[in-house]
């Protein structure tokens, strides 16, 4: 995409803003900036941007499209909606709108190996990144992960690899963009809130195949009954992994290891008790970056060494510290319901979790359901908390216990906790409600476990 000269409104400067600003400003673009906060919270994001930016809007999203200066190409950040009343009014002036992981894919001369689903995205993208960096492979892990992709647009040949999470904010605003191999690990209800249902989110994550062509891969989870309902569209080579049954072509597990089918060659990678990282879920994302790695050429002993050595992601299922025979785990990242049931089959019984937070719209059945008994006491707090309660009560878990924040629900947990329990930090919500993010509420959580006698 030629930039030069090329008047570009910027939507929300969030995490990929700075260097997305810092990027168009090195290819001569004229920058102009909208954003929901105002001056004074955004003084420290805009000093080294000032002239960077010809107009700032701040305060809001104005209607009067005037006030924009006729952009010629608009980049949203992937928290801004884009139903936004004014966004509508430049689609129908047929205004380019795209996000960032588009504009960094055009610019990018490496091919792109991409990561989505509902849960598991920041493992499997980390995991797989490892995998290639073992390889050989010059790699850039970069995308939902933190790292925006703008930022190392210029760091790698079409020799190497860029590794990317992608979420469902970024997917409704790709247009070329076009992984060379992608995976789509699981689909479960998130974000309704934002995507009205559960169709509209699962074509949101479909659309990370949704450009690529018979040369490219598709690895979907086998096992995933609404990952496998939306497949049949695919143009790329299909690529599915599972851990519950035999497949004919893909990666499984048999008989305790995992196994790669693939163009009439089997080999065997690893005994699942190998791999460092805990829980059923974990041995899915094992497979899918897995199956990234062996689908792009690398060679099975690297792949088997990176999934030896992985030792997970900060903020999932993450062991924090053990106090008086009571161990603290952290998974501030579980923000749905089914990230939280995933860390309760995880982690070792009896437990006492800690819930709450942002409301998506989420319905908290399934999750009281899983406790089958692990659970022994449950400690709710922040928005969600009367839902949590009234869940709780409707299906006749009465071990819980309406607490005001973290701070409290830690206290009372290394009140309640004996020796050989484990408290869980598992929110099954988002964290905007008291947190700036989950790594935010993670760190909390992790400092106040750290504040306690033992």
């Not at 960096?133 to 790292?147: Q, S």
């Not at 690899?161 to 789509?184: C, D, G, N, R």
């Not at 990952?227 to 519950?244: D, E, H, K, T, V």
């Not at 059923?280 to 990234?292: D, F, I, P, Y």
Request: with cysteine; glycine share 8%.
């Amino acid at each position: 995409m030629h930039l030069n000269g090329l008047k570009v409104l910027v939507v929300g400067i969030g995490i990929t803003g700075v260097p997305l600003i810092q990027f168009l400003h090195t290819q001569g673009a004229r920058v102009f900036l909208n954003d929901m906060r105002d001056a004074s919270s955004l003084a420290d994001t805009l000093q080294p941007l000032e002239n960077m930016i010809e107009k700032v809007i701040l305060g809001g999203h104005p209607q009067d499209l005037s006030l924009y200066q006729d952009p010629e190409l608009i980049i949203l950040s992937p928290g801004v909606p884009v139903d936004l009343p004014f966004l509508r009014a430049f689609k129908k002036l047929n205004i380019p709108i795209i996000g960032e992981i588009e504009l960094a894919y055009q610019h990018m001369r490496a091919p792109v190996i991409a990561i989505t689903g509902t849960n598991g995205k920041t493992t499997t993208t980390a995991l797989t990144g490892d995998m290639f960096r073992l390889a050989g492979k010059e790699t850039e892990v970069v995308g939902n992960i933190g790292i925006p992709g703008i930022s190392r647009v210029d760091t790698l040949d079409e020799n190497g690899y860029y590794v990317m999470e992608v979420s469902s904010f970024q997917l409704e605003t790709i247009q070329q963009f076009k992984p060379k191999a992608a995976a789509l690990l699981n689909i479960t209800p998130d974000h309704l809130n934002r995507h009205g249902s559960m169709d509209a989110y699962a074509a949101l994550k479909y659309r990370i195949f949704e450009n690529q062509t018979k040369d490219d891969v598709a690895v979907i989870n086998a096992d995933d009954a609404a990952s496998m309902a939306y497949n049949s569209g695919l143009r790329s080579i299909p690529l599915y992994f599972s851990r519950q049954k035999r497949l004919s072509s893909g990666i499984f597990v048999d008989k305790d290891e995992i196994v790669f089918r693939w163009n009439d060659t089997e080999k065997k990678i690893i005994a699942v008790d190998m791999i460092q990282i805990p829980g059923t879920h974990n041995l899915e994302n094992a497979l899918a970056a897995s199956g990234l790695a062996l689908a792009c050429g690398l060679p099975p002993e690297a792949v088997a060494e990176a999934l030896v050595k992985f030792p997970g992601v900060e903020h999932r299922i993450e062991f924090v510290a053990e106090k008086n025979g009571v161990i603290y785990i952290n998974d501030s990242k579980a923000t749905n319901p089914d990230a939280a049931i995933k860390a309760v089959e995880a982690v070792a019984a009896p437990l006492i979790l800690l819930a709450g937070g942002m409301d998506k719209k989420s319905d908290f059945t399934s999750l009281l359901n899983a406790f089958r008994g692990k659970v022994k006491y449950l400690l709710v707090y922040g928005e969600t908390a009367p839902l949590l309660m009234e869940a709780s009560n409707r299906l006749n878990f009465y071990e819980v216990k309406q607490v005001k924040n973290l701070d409290e629900a830690v206290r009372v947990a290394a009140a309640l906790a004996e020796s050989g329990d484990s408290v869980l930090l598992s929110p099954a919500c988002a964290s905007w409600d008291m947190y700036a993010n989950f790594e935010e509420r993670g760190a909390h959580f992790k400092a106040l476990v750290g504040e306690l006698d033992g």
